[in-house]
């Protein structure tokens, strides 16, 4: 409900009131209850402001200005001093409050104006209710005020409440309607602009204040269910004036106190213009809520009701309708259902949301289903009645929702943003019905309209007349406008996919955006089906939610052919199965099947099993159903017209048959009782069960256990049926004759393998004989046993018949074993061994060999040779043994001996068995030894053996596991044990060591116990042996001989001796164990070792002499001396240490304890002990406490100063501490220590102190700030140096190094912690500054031992980066207008730096300029908007860095456009400018053409007006020559005249009245002629074509417009003029199909033409490169192209990169940052030098100038001075006087003329052409040539001076440099130190640098040619490919089958043309004329060339196109 103001009669009355340029302004005071009810009129003067106006407001109302009170506006909001001018209008109403919130005391009156607006009288007479089809339109007049609260509540969060009252109880007061919403409501000011009339949307831009706060187009949602309906401004002022006289508008926004309320009424209208007041104005009353005291007319006491309803909202709108028209009342009375349905139908989606009204789906609220709009009506003595729209559930929506079986979803898309959502949906064919709903409301719309009678067609179609689509704009339903159909979706004329029946079971609905026009009431679409229907609609579909583009006719029937086969049914298919194939039919019908066993058809059931008979069969089948069939992949209950049944022949014991017939051959009126008794009867001939009897005894009894080999008796058998006869045939049928019948007898044994047949026999009837089967008697195998007797038949001995079994007997018996007869042995348990009991098993069996058991009492007699046999019992049963068989007997092996044991048992039939043993040893009962002596003799030092036997009890030596014999000596100490193992053999010889008892001088007796300790049953042996002492060496001695005395050195004894000495006669003596010497024999000294010597003198051996013993030199090493003795029997060793004693004192030693380091400042942390020592380092003992003084220290720096010195007694040494030296430089120091005469050295290492500074490397002085550039690196990596106090470099490591900034700066890398090396240092690495400009300071920290270090503060001056790009700067005429087709005003781009300016010597081709068409939701540049690139720069343009696009063409189309500048500053990265929008307008007028072009009339002059009728509803409109409609303004006529083609035709048509000409109105740029007519019996000739020129006459233009020429065919026959207008359709119809195929083809054609120029122009590209890379010695292959370049670029590129890698020369100088681009730099860094000596010299001759900067102003070089502080000198370029600058041309000296005036020797090059310029080569030159002048450099200092001496002779001389570093001055002087250059390393880094080696700078060009080739390769290819895509489209069947329909229409056409007898050559008329602009639906976008070609033709007059 929203709108604005707008001017009017009182408007202008306040104007006439305020000419003077005062305002007035009216004032209600509610700052009280008991304030004055009316208003103050205040005068506010032209230039007041709110100081003055609040000192006239308290005046007014007679108050104090010190008073606290706010001033409002009705909208509540306050005044202040911002806002006053902009709120304090003329005739506004203000409010006087305590507060802003304030609640009003008392209501007021707010004057309104509300004329209409302007749109009144240029729209008037199109917009009023009226009926269309029998309906009325008063529930489409509710419709108009539910949009408007649908439009107010769309912001609601929760519930959105819309509610209807209809008030008709009259003891309430008059009829009356409300309507009321929970909407946003509106101001006072939004609600005056409610009531001005056509304020739409779109026009409450300007000065108005909108009732829905400004329009903003919402975003797309589905079905368009935005709510945005209240639209024009008209329809609710219309809608409250077609039901009633008088509107009440009650409203109260959100957030507000106060609730505003407006009047309008019809009778106040009338009154107003009785008393000659202003209509269009009046009074809105503000009141707070509840507040009903105004409402004092008996006729709205309702209104008390509604008022108090007030206090519970929040906000609201209410629209109270009084006056009500009688008619409406009884309307609304009496079809309350069927308006509401009509209300529900209309706005069914935004109540049920986009899916609409489905039964299964759940209803929850949600954001499309949270609108209530109840409807509630009121009447005098009955009960309410009060409907939700929700609750219906008859609307046509739903119905046409819940009765579709499936739905087909698309859309469409219309030229411009138009977009249409479809859907249509399947209603099936049920049974015998169709379910397409009928519309209860207007039944009318099935009835046949040309049948005369009032009957229904029996058999009409579903839809009847009905259109498919209904059309819902914005989410509601637009009643009066339906679409009939689309091409894709009307019957075929030839049989399709589907029935033609389908296609009446089809219904449909559109939903459109507000893109489409619709009148204002909202009642009918103005444009929508001439839109869609236009040849550039798209149609795509919608499957599953994503948009497919697709053929939408061939997908429309694949669905429709689907819907009828799975939804049309007839038959009810229930009780599914399953889904089978089936093999007996041909393979393509043999599945799926689904399978069910029951259907409903025709109101009968059908189930399995069921009894039927089948009728038109042959023969008639009785049979019970099976189950039926079903065709295709179905799950469930499912409906068909059609399928089959599977019946089982009855009955089956006859007709072993299954037939499958179609289901509607079923007999469905037989009953199915008829079809039992039919089988009953056949099934009682048929044989039922079998007779058996016994004639021989021996009766086989059922379950019977028998033993084997028991007989089985003779069988009698006879087959009886039901009735007992017997029988011996089967009955005959009808399919042949009867079948004899046998009998089958089976004797079958079950087995656990499986069931074996024994005994099968089949047995005839004789006749006379009956079925007979003789005894059975070899029946022998254990096991169950079943005799069957099957009757079979004759032939097959088939045992079933028709799927019955014939009769059967089954007898079950089992047969057992007998008695035993015989037996065996089982399985024995080995060994046997003697004396040891064991069992022998026994196993019986019956005479056939089956397992039996002994029951009787039998005596087992057991027999053996040599054995005597004995056992305990024999056991029966099952298991049945011998137990406790024992065997005795000699045995000569411990092998064991075979035995034959015979086993007798009486009684059997066979009674005896042999069974072979063999019987092993016993277990050990005795042990035997050897000797047999109790009494044995040996010497002491030998071994013993003994003999000994392990015998069982039998005495038979036996063996056994583990059988273990040892003996234990007692009687003396470390006495052996003799153990032996018998387990194998069981005798052994059991001996051990040698019996050896120490010290032993006599004889002793021992004892021997001789026993198995692991068998304790046997007794042990013992024995006792006399020991003898032994006779062998048993002692060896040594002594040291001194003069005559011998003294013994004992075993381990320690001798002293002096150190180095030798020592001598040394003797030894050996004894027995008697202690007798033994004499030394030869054969006893052979057996003496000596360990100090390896060569023994065996004679003094023999005297009794050892080898002399040689001292060690050392104490330290003590000398092991062992002499011993080895034979068979003993084993001796003597031995002795020799301790070496310190000889005589011989030198000083000095010895470092602890680290030999010294840190700088710190004393050395070890000590320095001093000894004196022998000739052999041996420390002697010759300090005493009087000897410290004799001890002097000396060293070069050292510091004596806490030197001590303290004698160890304990060590006998000197201790030396608090050795420390002077801080100097680091290294190694020597002490020199001395002590009497003696004296010694000893070396330190020195080292720099304790951490304490961080200094940087190689980084100049930092007095000054550094410039370092935005965005770029450092000059040098940051690396700093641990340093001691003393400035010496700390070698420390593992110290972490941190760098401290501001937050404002960042660095790049990101600050990491770094550590230093073993050297102390840490490169931090090369940063990259980011800064805001000034000057920024970095330090850098060491943390070590917890304190902290700090660094130097490093300070960096940012300056902005001169060369990095950061906006487009675009001027252009901002005032030019924008005609289409014209050119576009030049455009000025720019690209502005950081430094704000511009960069120049930038390549043009990087700036582009893209256009395209502006929409909602393109923010940025599509894919195909048009690129433009700039053109080339004019000598008259000045600004340099400026690029101008210019001459660009408008776009042809009006609109909005963007415009936008991109500039390329790499492959990824665009830089673009703001957005240009601009508004392209329509250009001049051209001509007049017809909105939609009619198709061309075929008219006769007889009597009926349709047959005379030329045109229908023409609109004609101006447009320019691009189609654009312009001339609004323009006012004048229409004439149209009739005119013959030949200007010799007499007879020329007349319109009606008999003239030839008439005029239409032309206003507003268009002409609407409703109809024209030719007269009744007009002249003409017949069969001839006539024209009708329509032409403009307007005269505000100067030239004349193009008209606009209709042809039409007269005729003077009615028939033939209704054949020819038939073929003048069909004409028109295939005109425009040859428009689009031409068109389509022509853009073919130029894209396949531009496509081929680019093959030709990649070819030619690729050829040149291939030709330069030839030059540089690289053939590329013929395949394999790209990958070859691939590779060979990655090697390539790993060359450069390695010869970038290898060091070279460069200036360690840091160079001056450049700010901007008006500075080059330092010197030292302009240019490069390839030589090392001449770099060095050059560098050297201008070492003054390295550190100047260069900068190309003098201003620049100013500011550089200014930021210095003077300290950096500076060179400008524009103060350099260039013309004394030497010629770089000009020849060496030497030439003179051009000739060689002398020989030089020394290969004399003038120094500037040593040089090279990696950037600025011109302005370089300029400086270099200033500062070297002619400077020549030569080899050497004699060929120097041999050049000057030649050169003088003609010529001036230059300064001359030498490569080994001389100078001669161009005044001659050389020599001194001013004139020879140092060497490299003293020059400091002022070096110009080495340029990049040659072959890198190669390397570089080879790969750049690399990759603009691979790059043409990759385009030719691409290019190929495209064309070769393109030529097989163009041959595709499709595009065949499209050239031969053009050809086929253009023969057509012809024909018709000539049947018509029209001109087939004449120029196409403009509004037939194909659009030049080619649309491709399915070719792709054309390149760039093409685009240009399209957009000249788009450009030229259309008189200019080819006929």
């Given at each position: ?169 009259e ?43 400004g ?11 935005n ?38 009424s019809k ?34 006491r ?101 009765t ?106 559109l ?122 992949d ?42 039992r ?88 009837h ?75 098993p ?158 032993i ?10 026993e ?32 005559q ?25 050996m ?37 002399d ?33 310190p ?15 010294v ?21 002697v003992?010759a ?15 050292l ?15 000197i ?9 100097g ?31 940087l ?15 770029r ?14 400035d ?89 207008s924008f ?125 009926s ?40 035709d ?8 008999k ?104 070819k ?31 090697r ?15 200036c ?16 030292a ?69 051009g ?5 030089p ?8 052409d ?49 490569r ?62 495209d ?67 399209t ?13």
């Open positions: 409900m929203a709108a604005e103001g707008a001017n009017g009669p009182a408007a202008e009355a306040r104007e006439d009131r305020g000419g003077d340029g005062c305002r007035t302004v009216y004032l209600f005071d509610r700052r009280e209850k008991k304030s004055e009810l009316g208003d103050r009129e205040l005068r506010v003067v032209e230039h007041a402001d709110f100081a003055s106006f609040r000192a006239s407001v308290c005046q007014t109302i007679g108050i104090s200005t010190e008073e606290k009170f706010v001033i409002t506006t009705t909208s509540r909001k306050e005044i202040t001093h911002d806002n006053f001018d902009d709120t304090v209008k003329d005739g506004v109403t203000l409010y006087l409050l305590q507060s802003v919130n304030q609640l009003l005391p008392a209501a007021t009156k707010e004057r309104i104006d509300f004329l209409p607006h302007y749109d009144t009288l240029v729209k008037s007479g199109m917009y009023e209710y009226y009926a269309s089809e029998g309906q009325n339109p008063l529930p489409f007049a509710f419709a108009e005020l539910i949009d408007n609260s649908l439009s107010a509540t769309s912001r609601n969060v929760g519930v959105r409440r819309i509610q209807i009252k209809l008030l008709f109880d003891t309430q007061g008059k009829p009356a309607v409300a309507v009321i919403d929970n909407g946003r409501g509106m101001t006072s000011k939004q609600l005056n602009n409610w009531a001005v009339y056509r304020l739409s949307k779109f026009t409450r831009q300007g000065d108005f204040e909108s009732d829905h706060s329009y903003v187009r919402p975003v797309p949602v589905p079905r368009s269910l709510s945005d309906i209240s639209y024009f401004g008209v329809g609710g002022k219309q809608a409250v004036f077609f039901v009633g006289q008088s509107a009440r508008m009650i409203s109260k926004p959100a957030d507000s106190q106060d609730v505003h309320e407006l009047v309008l009778e106040d209208f009338e009154t107003k213009e009785k008393n000659k007041e202003a209509i269009y104005s009046g009074y809105i009353r503000n009141r707070k809520p509840c507040d009903s005291v105004h409402i004092t007319s008996d006729e709205e309702f209104l008390h009701n509604l008022i108090v309803e007030e206090k519970e909202k929040d906000s609201f709108t209410a629209v109270v309708i009084t006056g009500v028209q009688p008619e409406h009342i009884q309307y609304l009375k009496n079809y309350f259902h069927l308006w509401t349905r009509q209300l529900a139908h209309i706005y069914h989606y935004y109540i049920h949301g986009p899916k609409g009204n489905e039964k299964h789906t759940s209803k929850e609220v949600g954001p499309f289903n949270n609108i209530d709009i109840d409807i509630s009506m009121f009447d005098k003595g009955k009960a309410p009645k009060i409907v939700n729209l929700r609750e219906i559930q008859d609307d046509m929506q739903t119905l046409y929702i819940n579709a079986s499936d739905s087909f979803e698309f859309k469409a898309h219309v030229e411009g943003d138009g977009i249409v959502e479809g859907i249509i949906r399947y209603h099936p064919f049920l049974y015998d019905r169709e379910t397409y709903p009928d519309d209860p409301c207007f039944p009318s719309k099935l009835k046949d309209e040309d049948d005369d009678d009032d009957c229904f067609i029996i058999d009409k179609a579903a839809r009847g007349k009905r259109p498919i689509f209904e059309c819902f704009w914005n989410g509601r339903l637009i009643p009066y406008t339906s679409v009939e159909d689309f091409d894709w979706c009307t019957p075929p004329k030839k049989r399709g996919l589907a029935p033609i029946e389908c296609y009446n079971r089809i219904s449909g609905a939903f459109t955006n507000d893109k489409f026009q619709v009148s204002t009431n909202k009642l009918t679409f103005m444009d929508l089906e001439l839109k869609l229907k236009d040849k550039n609609t798209l149609f795509t579909r919608i499957l599953n939610g994503q948009e497919q583009r697709m053929k939408i006719d061939r997908e429309f029937a694949l669905w429709l052919k689907d819907c009828h086969e799975k939804y049309d049914k007839q038959i009810k298919f229930t009780l599914f199965k399953g889904i089978i194939t089936r093999p007996d039919l041909p393979s393509k019908k043999q599945g799926p099947w689904a399978t069910y066993s029951a259907i409903e058809w025709d109101g009968k059931i059908y189930k399995a099993g069921q009894l039927v008979k089948t009728t038109k069969t042959l023969p008639l089948f009785y049979g019970s159903i099976v189950r039926f069939f079903l065709h295709g179905h799950d469930g209950e499912v409906y068909a017209t059609g399928g089959e049944v599977q019946i089982a022949m009855e009955p089956q014991a006859l007709y072993d048959e299954v037939r499958t017939v179609p289901i509607a051959k079923l007999d469905r009126t037989v009953a199915e009782k008829i079809v008794k039919y089988v009953e009867d056949e099934m009682a001939r048929l044989p039922d069960r079998l007779s058996v009897t016994w004639p021989e005894g021996d009766e086989l009894l059922p379950n019977e256990i028998r033993p084997a080999g028991t007989p089985i008796g003779a069988l009698r058998i006879e087959i009886l049926n039901k009735k007992g006869e017997a029988m011996q045939k089967l009955p005959g049928t009808s399919h042949g004759g009867s079948k004899k019948l046998l009998v089958e007898l089976k004797v079958i044994l079950h087995s656990p393998s499986g069931n074996k047949e024994i005994i099968s026999h089949i047995s005839q004789g006749g006379k004989w009956p079925y007979w089967f003789k005894k059975m008697e070899n029946i022998q195998k254990l096991g169950n046993y079943t005799l069957k007797l099957q009757v079979v038949l004759n032939e097959s001995n088939a045992d079933t018949y028709a799927g019955r079994p014939l009769p059967s007997k089954a007898i079950k018996f089992s047969v057992k074993e007998g008695k035993p007869e015989k037996f065996s042995f089982g399985l024995l348990d080995l060994p046997f061994r003697v004396g040891v009991p064991f069992n022998i026994l196993e019986f069996q019956d005479e056939f060999g089956h397992t039996s058991q002994l029951i009787t009492n039998i005596k087992p007699v057991l027999e053996a040779s040599g054995l005597s046999l004995h056992y305990e019992e024999i056991t029966k049963g099952p298991n049945c043994v011998i137990r406790g068989v024992t065997a005795k007997g000699p045995i000569n092996s411990c092998q064991g001996k075979n035995f034959n044991l015979k086993v007798v048992l009486p009684g059997l039939k066979e009674d005896s068995q042999i069974l072979k043993i063999r019987l092993l040893p016993g277990p050990p009962r005795r042990l035997k030894v050897k000797p047999d002596s109790e009494f044995l003799v040996i010497e002491n030092g030998t071994a013993f053996p003994f003999q000994v036997e392990v015998l069982d009890e039998s005495e038979n030596i036996t063996t056994q596991p583990k059988l273990i014999v040892q003996c234990k000596f007692s009687g003396g100490p470390n006495l052996p044990v003799y153990v032996v193992d018998c387990s194998s053999s069981g005798t052994s010889i059991l001996t051990g060591p040698v019996i050896q008892v120490q010290n001088k006599k004889d002793q007796t021992l004892k021997a116990r001789i198995i300790p692991s068998c304790k049953d046997v007794l042990p042996v013992e024995k006792t042996i006399k020991l003898l002492p032994s006779s062998h060496v048993a002692q060896l001695q040594i002594f040291s001989v001194e003069g005395k011998a003294i013994q050195i004992k075993h381990q004894d320690e001798v002293n001796w002096i150190a180095g000495d030798t020592m001598h006669n040394l003797i030894f003596q004894y027995d164990e008697g202690e007798r010497e033994i004499n030394i024999t030869a054969a006893l000294a052979e057996k003496i070792k000596v360990n100090w010597t390896p060569e023994i003198n065996k004679e003094n051996l023999l005297q009794g002499l050892l080898p013993v040689q001292v060690p030199t050392s104490i330290k090493d003590k000398r092991y001396c062992q002499v011993s003795f080895q034979d068979d029997h003993v084993s001796l060793e003597s031995a002795f240490t020799v301790r070496p004693l000889d005589e004192p011989k030198h000083l030693k000095c010895d470092l304890k602890g680290g030999k380091i840190q700088m400042g710190q004393e050395l942390q070890g000590e320095i002990v001093i000894i004196i020592i022998d000739q052999y380092g041996n420390q003992p300090f005493s406490p009087n000897s410290l003084s004799a001890l002097s220290v000396a060293g070069v720096g510091d004596n100063s806490n030197l001590k010195t303290t004698l160890q007694e304990n060590t006998q040494s201790s030396v501490r608090g050795i420390k030296f002077i801080p430089p680091p290294g190694n120091k020597d002490l020199c220590f001395a002590w009497r005469e003696f004296s010694d050295f000893i070396r330190v290492e020195l080292i720099s102190g304790p951490p304490a500074k961080l200094l490397i190689d980084w100049p002085e930092l007095k000054e700030s550094i410039p370092v550039i935005n965005g690196e450092l000059e040098r990596p940051l690396a700093v140096q641990l340093c001691d106090q003393w010496n470099p700390a070698l420390v490591a593992n110290v972490k190094i941190s760098l401290i900034k501001a937050s404002s700066l960042k660095l790049s890398p990101s600050n990491q912690q770094h550590k230093t090396d073993e050297k102390g240092r840490a490169n931090l690495g090369m940063f990259t500054v980011f800064a805001s400009r000034g000057e920024h300071t970095i330090q850098v920290k060491a943390t070590y031992n917890k304190s902290t270090i700090e660094g130097p503060l490093i300070k960096l001056m940012v300056l902005p980066d001169p060369e990095k790009p950061i906006r487009l700067k675009v001027k252009y005429d901002k005032d030019a005609l289409a087709g014209d050119v576009f005003t030049d455009f000025m781009v720019s690209v502005i730096s950081e430094d704000e300016s511009i960069i120049k010597n930038i390549n043009a081709a990087r700036i582009s300029m893209k256009m395209w068409k502006l929409t909602s939701n393109v923010n940025r540049p599509p894919a195909n908007a048009e690129t433009f690139s700039c053109n080339k720069i004019k000598d008259n343009d000045k600004e340099e860095g400026c690029f101008y696009f210019r001459d660009k063409v408008i776009p042809n189309k009006v609109g909005t456009y963007c415009i936008q500048f991109a500039f390329m500053m790499d492959k990824a990265n665009m830089l673009n400018s703001e957005q240009v929008i601009v508004d392209v307008l329509p250009n001049l007028p051209m001509k007049l053409v017809p909105e939609i072009q009619p198709a061309t009339p075929a008219v006769s002059n007889v009597r007006i349709s047959s005379r009728t030329l045109v229908r509803d023409l609109h004609l409109s101006i447009t320019d020559n691009y189609g654009n409609h312009t001339g609004m303004n323009l006012v004048g006529t229409v004439v149209a005249t009739i005119k013959g083609f030949n200007e010799e007499i007879d020329i048509p007349h319109f009606v009245g003239v030839r000409t008439l005029e239409f109105p032309f206003v507003n740029g268009s002409a609407e002629i409703t109809s024209l007519v030719l007269a009744e019996n007009s002249p003409g000739k017949d069969s001839t074509e006539y024209i009708i020129i329509f032409e403009p006459r307007l005269s505000p233009l100067s030239r004349t417009l193009e008209p606009y020429i209709l042809p039409f065919m007269f005729y003077n026959d009615v028939k033939k003029q209704q054949q020819m207008a038939a073929l003048t359709k069909e004409k028109d119809q295939l005109s425009k199909s040859i428009i689009m195929y031409r068109s389509l083809f022509e853009a073919s054609k130029q894209l396949l033409d531009e496509m081929k120029c680019q093959v030709e122009e990649a030619l590209k690729e050829s040149q490169l291939r030709n330069e890379l030839k030059t540089c010695n690289i053939d590329i292959p013929a395949s394999q192209q790209v990958s070859y370049i691939e590779a060979l670029l990655k390539k590129m790993a060359e450069q990169e390695e010869l970038k890698k290898k060091p070279r020369r460069s360690t100088l840091p160079n001056y940052t450049k700010g901007s681009g008006d500075v080059l730099g330092k010197i860094h302009l240019a490069q030098i390839e030589d090392d000596r001449a770099a060095m010299v050059i560098s050297w001759h201008l070492a003054s100038d390295m550190d100047c900067v260069v900068t190309l102003t003098t201003d620049s070089a100013r500011r550089i001075y200014d930021e210095t502080q003077g300290r950096q000198q500076v060179l400008p370029l524009d103060s350099i006087y260039k013309k004394t600058l030497p010629d770089w041309k000009r020849p060496l000296p030497h030439f003179r003329n000739k060689l005036y002398f020989k020797i020394g290969d004399p090059v003038f120094a500037r040593l040089l090279t310029f990696p950037d600025n080569v011109e302005h370089c030159k300029t400086v270099f040539g200033m500062l070297l002048g002619d400077t020549i450099i030569l080899d050497n200092l004699d060929a120097a001076n041999q050049y000057r001496k030649e050169v003088v002779k003609i010529t001036h001389c230059p300064t001359l440099l030498t080994d570093g001389d100078r001669i001055r161009s005044n001659g002087k050389f020599g001194g130190l001013q004139n020879k250059a140092p060497p490299m390393d003293k020059l400091r880094g002022m070096v110009f640098g080495a340029p990049v080696p040659k072959q890198c700078r190669f390397l570089g060009e080879q790969i750049d040619l690399l990759q603009q080739y691979r790059s043409a390769v990759c385009k030719l290819g691409s290019v190929n490919q064309l070769n895509g393109q030529l097989e489209y163009l041959h595709t069947p499709d595009m065949k089958k499209k050239k031969q329909e053009l050809d086929e229409q253009e023969k057509s056409l012809k024909l018709i043309e000539q049947k018509l007898g029209m001109t087939p050559t004449r120029k196409c008329n403009d509004s037939l004329c194909p659009s030049p602009k080619i649309e491709m639906t399915e070719c792709p976008i054309p390149p760039k060339r093409m685009r240009r070609e957009t000249r033709q788009n450009r030229k007059p259309k008189g200019d196109l080819p006929s």
